[in-house]
C-alpha cells in the first residue's frame, strides 16, 4: 500500500496545483484528535482529494493513512511511517469521487501538527 503514498518531501510554500478545473480548495486542520475527517454533505456535487499534506512542529515518527469511508466500508487509499520528518505529502494516483455520505478519514500516530487537505469539485 506504500505505492499509494506518493512521495514523502518537503513541504513548501507555493506548492503549486496544476488541473484545478473546476472549484477547488483547501482546508487546514489541527491533528490534536489524531484524525481528521471530511463528510461530502452535498447531495447534487462531487469532491476529489488532490492532496493531503502533514506538517509537524518538530520531527516525528509517526504513522499516517488516508482512508475514504463509503456507505460504512473503510477503504484504505494511502499509509506510510515517517521517520523524523517535518512533514509528508499524499497525492492519490487515481481521481477518487466523493459523493453525499462519503467520508475522507485522515489519521496521523502524533497531535503535533496540522494536516492541509486540498479538494476540487465538480
Excluded at 4 to 22: K, N
Excluded at 59 to 81: C, D, P
Aim: glycine share 10%; charged share 10%.
Amino acid at each position: 500500500m506504500k505505492k499509494h503514498l506518493l512521495a514523502l518531501v518537503l513541504w513548501t510554500a507555493g506548492l503549486p496545483i496544476f488541473g484545478m478545473a473546476g472549484g477547488g480548495w483547501a482546508g487546514t486542520y489541527s491533528l490534536a484528535a489524531r484524525s481528521v475527517a471530511l463528510t461530502n454533505e452535498q447531495a447534487n456535487s462531487t469532491w476529489v482529494p488532490v492532496a493531503v499534506l502533514w506538517r509537524f512542529d518538530v520531527a516525528t515518527n509517526a504513522a499516517i493513512t488516508v482512508e475514504r469511508v463509503s456507505q460504512g466500508n473503510a477503504f484504505v487509499l494511502g499509509v506510510a511511517n515517517v521517520s523524523n520528518a517535518t512533514c509528508a505529502v499524499w497525492v492519490p494516483e487515481a481521481e477518487y469521487p466523493f459523493a453525499v455520505g462519503d467520508v475522507l478519514r485522515i489519521g496521523c500516530t502524533v497531535t503535533n501538527g496540522v494536516v492541509q487537505v486540498i479538494r476540487k469539485g465538480d
